[in-house]
Every structure is written in structure tokens, then in C-alpha cells.
């Protein structure tokens, strides 16, 4: 019998130096995705992933920038998710541009919509990165979240507003705070915030070519996707999927007017609870194996951490 897995796809960061070469001999389903995200970006003239992805070495000002990084992204994890066997998928998610693979990992939005959907919020963020985001860890030295951290968060925000910038949660993830600011909010929390060293990162640390995503500094996006990407196809997913509320969209009853609203509404504008939504997956489904789709393995602690917060003993892997 297969193992019952809940899937959670990685956001648009994810792509790193290591994800080079990861696109190369697909086969089958994984192949079509990627055939179909070339076509799309060479209609527009853009450099196709198979060119970036093939790339002698990693470029951050290319790989990094939102309207490359993100449907590479999307790409990668589409691939791992149609060449997953040896499991039942009873339920997705994702994390912040995620949420736009989970769409379609789901069944709630057409491939090629997908593909519009992210290519094209990327894209606007050409030259046109708005504010920025700082990562800092919650976790202690048990690798269980500090509460005390959690406060220290809040009360950055606090002084940060209090400074005169404008400052919010934008993802709750897990191991991981990701505040989102305007520029001087940033520049006053990379002080802020006590300096450590983690590993070979150095906290706090501003995500490079990051825009304020799920904060209300990005509600000029917000309108403008409801505007123009509205049209979208979306429908009820074939399999439960939680979103960054924690609300469970099912198969046959989800609302498709509603779903878009969120895509393009309060997903762009409200913060993204990834602890939320994964918390919610494992109470209503109770998978016996949590995977984490590619690029990369960022998101794997992140998701351990919430899974062992949240009492399930269950296993956490990237795809095989």
C-alpha cells in the first residue's frame, strides 16, 4: 500500500547555486512541464529555463531576480511532484510564491495558467522590487521555536514602525521569521535584530531581490493581478490544499471566485502562515510522510520544525 504523503512546495528563494542542472534529462510529464514554460518564456522573448538552468555557473543578479528564479522555481517542483511513485498524495501546500505551485500541483489551476500566474508575477518584479524581506531564526539551541524570539520579532516591528517605517510578519516559517519592510524598515531591523551566525549564515539577513510580499506594501500588485490575471481558470483542486490561513480548500466544494480572490488578494497582501498551513495539513490529513518538492533543501527544516511543534512524529524528505 503507498505511504499517504502531504506535499509542500518551496518558494521562488529556493533555486540556489546547487539547483543548477536541475532541469536537465526530464522525461515524460517533468519534460512536458518544462517544454511548456519555454514556450511561454520564449513567446515573450525571455532567456528559457533549460538556458538558465544549464548555465556554466550561478549568476545571483540572473537566477536570483524574481522573473527568473520564479518560474524555475515552479518548474523544478512541478517536475518532482509528477515523478513522485511510491506515494498517495491526500494533500498540498506551499510556501509563499508556493502556494502558485501548489495551485497547480493540486489540480486547482491548468498548468498553463500556472505557468501565466507565476511567470508574470515575477516578471513585474523586474526592476521593480518594492521594500525587501529579513530572515531571522526563532529556533533555540533544542531546535524547537523560542517564544522569546517570537517576541523579539514582534517588538523589532514595533520599534521599526515606531522609527517611522513601515514594517510586518510577511511569512511565518516555522525555524524562521521573514519580516517585510519598506527600505528603511529593512535597513533599521538589519540592525535591530542581534547579529549571530548560524552555520555559514549570518542572521539578520535582507533575501536579495525579494519584494515585500504579504504585507500591504504590495497592494498596488495586488489590484493590478486581480486586474489582469483574474481571467485565470481556477477550480476545486482534485486533492485538499491549504493555503498560507490554514484554510483547506477540498475537491468539489471550493469556492473558484474565492480561491482567486485569496491568490490575488489577501495572499499578496497578509502574511503567509506556512506553520498555519502545515499544521492544518497534518490535522486534517495525518500523512504518514511529509515531502518537501525541490529546488534545493531550504525548506526542510522549516517544515520539521512545525511538524515536531505541532506533535506529529512524521517523516520529512524531499522527493526520491
Given at each position: 500500500?503507498?505511504?499517504r504523503?502531504l506535499?509542500?512546495?518551496?518558494g521562488?528563494?529556493s533555486y540556489?547555486r546547487?539547483?543548477?542542472g536541475s532541469?536537465a534529462?526530464?522525461?515524460?510529464?517533468?519534460?512536458a512541464?518544462?517544454?511548456a514554460?519555454?514556450?511561454?518564456?520564449a513567446?515573450?522573448?525571455a532567456?528559457?529555463?533549460?538556458?538558465?538552468d544549464?548555465a556554466?555557473s550561478?549568476a545571483?543578479?540572473?537566477?536570483?531576480?524574481g522573473?527568473?528564479a520564479?518560474?524555475?522555481?515552479?518548474?523544478?517542483?512541478?517536475?518532482?511532484?509528477v515523478?513522485?511513485?511510491?506515494?498517495e498524495?491526500?494533500a498540498?501546500?506551499?510556501?509563499?510564491m508556493g502556494?502558485?505551485?501548489?495551485?497547480?500541483?493540486s489540480?486547482?489551476?491548468?498548468?498553463?495558467?500556472?505557468?501565466?500566474?507565476v511567470?508574470t508575477m515575477?516578471?513585474?518584479?523586474?526592476?521593480?522590487?518594492i521594500?525587501?524581506?529579513?530572515?531571522w531564526?526563532?529556533?533555540g539551541?533544542?531546535?524547537t521555536?523560542?517564544?522569546?524570539?517570537?517576541?523579539?520579532?514582534?517588538?523589532?516591528?514595533t520599534?521599526?514602525?515606531?522609527a517611522g517605517?513601515?514594517?510586518?510578519?510577511?511569512?511565518?516559517?516555522g525555524?524562521?521569521?521573514?519580516?517585510?519592510?519598506?527600505?528603511g524598515?529593512?535597513a533599521?531591523l538589519?540592525t535591530?535584530l542581534?547579529?549571530?551566525?548560524?552555520?555559514?549564515?549570518?542572521?539578520?539577513?535582507?533575501?536579495?531581490?525579494?519584494?515585500a510580499f504579504?504585507?500591504?506594501?504590495?497592494?498596488?500588485t495586488?489590484t493590478r493581478?486581480?486586474?489582469?490575471?483574474?481571467?485565470?481558470?481556477?477550480?476545486a483542486?482534485?486533492?485538499?490544499?491549504?493555503?498560507?490561513?490554514?484554510?483547506?480548500?477540498?475537491?468539489?466544494?471550493?469556492?473558484?471566485?474565492?480561491?482567486?480572490?485569496?491568490?490575488?488578494?489577501?495572499?499578496?497582501?497578509?502574511?503567509?502562515?506556512?506553520?498555519l498551513?502545515?499544521?492544518?495539513?497534518?490535522?486534517?490529513?495525518a500523512?504518514?510522510?511529509?515531502i518537501?518538492?525541490?529546488?534545493?533543501?531550504g525548506?526542510?527544516?522549516?517544515?520539521e520544525?512545525?511538524a515536531?511543534?505541532?506533535?506529529?512524529?512524521v517523516?520529512v524528505?524531499?522527493?526520491?
Open positions: 500500500m503507498s505511504r504523503a506535499i509542500v512546495c518551496p521562488r528563494g540556489g546547487e539547483s543548477l532541469l534529462n526530464l522525461t515524460g510529464d517533468a519534460a512541464i518544462v517544454d514554460c519555454d514556450a511561454w518564456r513567446d515573450r522573448g532567456p528559457t529555463l533549460r538556458e538558465l544549464a556554466a550561478f545571483p543578479s540572473r537566477h536570483v531576480a522573473e527568473h520564479s518560474l524555475l522555481t515552479f518548474a523544478v517542483s512541478l517536475a518532482d511532484r515523478a513522485l511513485q511510491d506515494v498524495v491526500v498540498v501546500t506551499g510556501n509563499s502556494w502558485y505551485t501548489a495551485l497547480a500541483a489540480g486547482a489551476l491548468p498548468v498553463d495558467d500556472a505557468i501565466e500566474l511567470d515575477g516578471a513585474w518584479q523586474q526592476d521593480h522590487v521594500g525587501g524581506q529579513i530572515m531564526p526563532l529556533t539551541a533544542d531546535r521555536v523560542d517564544p522569546t524570539r517570537v517576541a523579539e520579532v514582534d517588538q523589532a516591528i520599534d521599526a514602525r515606531a517605517h513601515q514594517a510586518w510578519w510577511s511569512i511565518r516559517l525555524s524562521h521569521a521573514v519580516i517585510g519592510a519598506d527600505d524598515g529593512c533599521f538589519l535591530r542581534p547579529a549571530e551566525t548560524r552555520g555559514t549564515r549570518k542572521y539578520p539577513t535582507r533575501l536579495p531581490l525579494h519584494s504579504h504585507t500591504p506594501l504590495m497592494q498596488a495586488s493581478a486581480l486586474d489582469e490575471l483574474g481571467a485565470l481558470g481556477f477550480r483542486p482534485a486533492v485538499p490544499l491549504i493555503d498560507g490561513q490554514g484554510t483547506v480548500w477540498r475537491p468539489r466544494w471550493a469556492d473558484p471566485v474565492a480561491m482567486r480572490n485569496y491568490t490575488l488578494g489577501a495572499q499578496v497582501v497578509d502574511t503567509y502562515d506556512l506553520d498551513a502545515v499544521r492544518s495539513a497534518l490535522w486534517h490529513t500523512p504518514d510522510v511529509v518537501v518538492l525541490g529546488p534545493g533543501e525548506l526542510l527544516r522549516p517544515v520544525t512545525i515536531r511543534g505541532a506533535g506529529f512524529a517523516e524528505r524531499g522527493p526520491r
